[in-house]
């Protein structure tokens, strides 16, 4: 490994058990706190979320200030179950539909900026079965208590169901893919333990500024580019222990993988490139089946008319 990505681990990574609720409450200070949960078909799971982020960090301890579900396009009763534990639900095709809408994660992470109000954004998946809110005050600490922290990534033990047995061999795609890319052209960011992780924090005043993806690249490029502009020690990263949440089929990773190597690709050569990519599969009667993959981003939210809208 890179010598300058052990140096960054060294300084940078802290553990969830080091930002305890009262230490974090203490750094808040005037700082506004948003909690973003981007959902999808998410009725089974968001509830418990949200109703655990209310109970302890809002109601409770008043370190969250708003705690917000972002409803990306669902067909069940994501929205419904999101409201009736707490959250306040907007849909993305509500926001800002002068813009738009567009299917993805980064699409509803991107929206959330207008609808929230926070210098501080933690973004938390509505899928988590296994976690705790210490991943809210664990990835806000590192932010709250240090002024030249401007993204904190959550990494853990991600455990994986098969059906044969549970494991920590979650992260396929993370393994695969993001680190041995970070390793080869970024071996500076290669400590960095999960790039894709869905559990992170950041300054608004960094967020606004960032291109987004609009599907699972957000991730990777929100890494990437920070690092970038700012250099490696803008980013933190935070260890959550585990983490257990649904995991997605081998086809619907390989489509993860083409829109997360799409942005790093962007981002080191510079070149644009196609909105989708098209990933094909040989079906099961041994025909060619196509699935196209947007791969889109969002300009930065302060180049947007209209933005910051009214509070």
């Known amino acids: 490994m890179d010598p300058r990505a052990h140096e960054w681990f060294a300084r940078r990574t802290t553990s969830a ?8 409450t203490a750094a808040k200070g005037a700082s506004r706190v948003s909690v973003v949960i981007p959902a999808r078909d998410e009725e ?25 579900v972002m409803d990306s396009l669902s067909s069940d009763s994501t929205a419904e179950v999101a409201a009736a534990a707490g959250a306040a639900v907007h849909s993305v095709a509500d926001v800002a539909p002068e813009l738009g809408v567009l299917a993805g994660k980064g ?29 809210v005050t664990g990835l806000l600490g590192p932010l709250l208590a240090d002024p030249t922290t401007l993204l904190a990534k959550g990494f853990y033990d991600r455990v994986l169901d098969l059906g044969t047995g549970v494991s920590a ?13 970070l390793a080869l052209h970024r071996p500076e960011l290669a400590a960095v333990v999960q790039p894709l992780a869905g559990e992170w924090a950041i300054r608004r005043s960094l967020l606004e500024t960032l291109p987004t993806p609009v599907g699972y690249g957000v991730e990777i490029a929100s890494l990437l580019d920070t690092a970038a502009r700012h250099g490696v020690d803008a980013v933190a990263q935070v260890d959550l222990g585990s983490r257990g949440h649904k995991h997605q089929s081998l086809h619907d990773l390989g489509a993860m993988a083409i829109e997360l190597l799409a ?26 089946v196509e699935r196209e993959v947007g791969t889109a981003e969002r300009p930065p939210a302060l180049t947007v008319r209209g933005y910051p809208p009214p509070r």
């Open 17 to 24: 058990a080091d930002w305890p609720l009262d230490r974090v």
């Open 44 to 68: 089974a799971s968001v509830g418990e979320v949200v109703r655990m982020i209310r109970a302890e960090l809002m109601d409770g301890a008043g370190l969250v200030d708003e705690l917000v």
């Open 107 to 135: 699409e509803a992470l991107w929206k959330s900026l207008f609808v929230t109000t926070g210098d501080v954004l933690v973004f938390i998946d509505a899928d988590l079965t296994q976690w705790g809110t210490h991943f």
């Open 169 to 181: 061999e979650g992260g396929r795609v993370t393994e695969l893919v993001a680190r041995p890319w």
């Open 263 to 288: 942005v790093a690709h962007r981002r080191l050569t510079g070149e644009t490139g196609a909105d989708v990519a098209v990933l094909d599969r040989l079906g099961r009667d041994r025909t060619w």
